[in-house]
């Protein structure tokens, strides 16, 4: 009651407002859900044989469970509860995160793997993982404050991920999929907060 006696009208309006706009903005989100569902269409003679993510926590699939000093962690509770297990896998949602979407939307696999996770098996290298990192941004000075993954350091991964890449599938192999990979690039989430404000 004490926020509704602050306001000029009487606390069963501000009330009934309040619930008013509540219900306004689900089906607001409801609307924008059911309109903007992706569906991603590749012709027959195309083939994507991989995805490589790389960002921030929007797409971060686990790297940060890895990375003993950031701070940007989510590997426990509520973190990962209605994720296959129901335990937190270091993604920054209950559940999927946009890169496994996408991923599965291709055909190409249900998860992606961080790239940093110890248990990840050599043949997941060929149909891609996630660099991303939580609390990464385009300036280094965000993803310093968070000690997360900064963008260099995700395209060091990279570089290291091309020689593990060709060590698994082979030279040729390797060529195609780099040739044909579906990259996803995402980092805004903490990049633009830090430098507008």
Not at 87 to 105: H, L, M, Q
Not at 152 to 171: A, N, P, W
Request: glycine content about 10%.
């Amino acid at each position: 009651m004490g926020l509704f006696m602050k306001l000029p009208f009487p606390p069963h309006l501000a009330a009934s407002s309040l619930l008013h706009f509540i219900l306004l903005l689900l089906l607001l989100i409801f609307d924008i859900v059911c309109k903007t569902r992706a569906v991603v269409k590749i012709p027959p003679n195309v083939s994507v044989p991989a995805v490589l993510v790389f960002g921030d926590s929007i797409v971060d699939t686990g790297n940060n469970n890895n990375n003993l000093g950031t701070t940007a962690r989510c590997d426990y509770p509520p973190y990962g509860k209605d994720f296959k297990g129901g335990k937190p896998t270091g993604r920054f949602s209950n559940g999927k995160v946009p890169s496994d979407f996408i991923a599965e939307e291709l055909g190409i696999k249900e998860y992606v793997p961080a790239y940093l996770d110890p248990h990840l098996q050599p043949g997941e290298l060929a149909t891609g993982v996630c660099f991303a990192s939580g609390g990464a941004g385009y300036d280094p000075f965000t993803s310093q404050s968070a000690s997360a993954i900064p963008l260099s350091g995700q395209l060091d991964l990279f570089k290291e991920y091309i020689g593990k890449l060709r060590g698994v599938v082979g030279e040729d192999r390797a060529k195609f999929i780099l040739a044909t990979v579906f990259m996803l690039w995402y980092l805004a989430a903490m990049t633009f907060p830090i430098l507008t404000f």
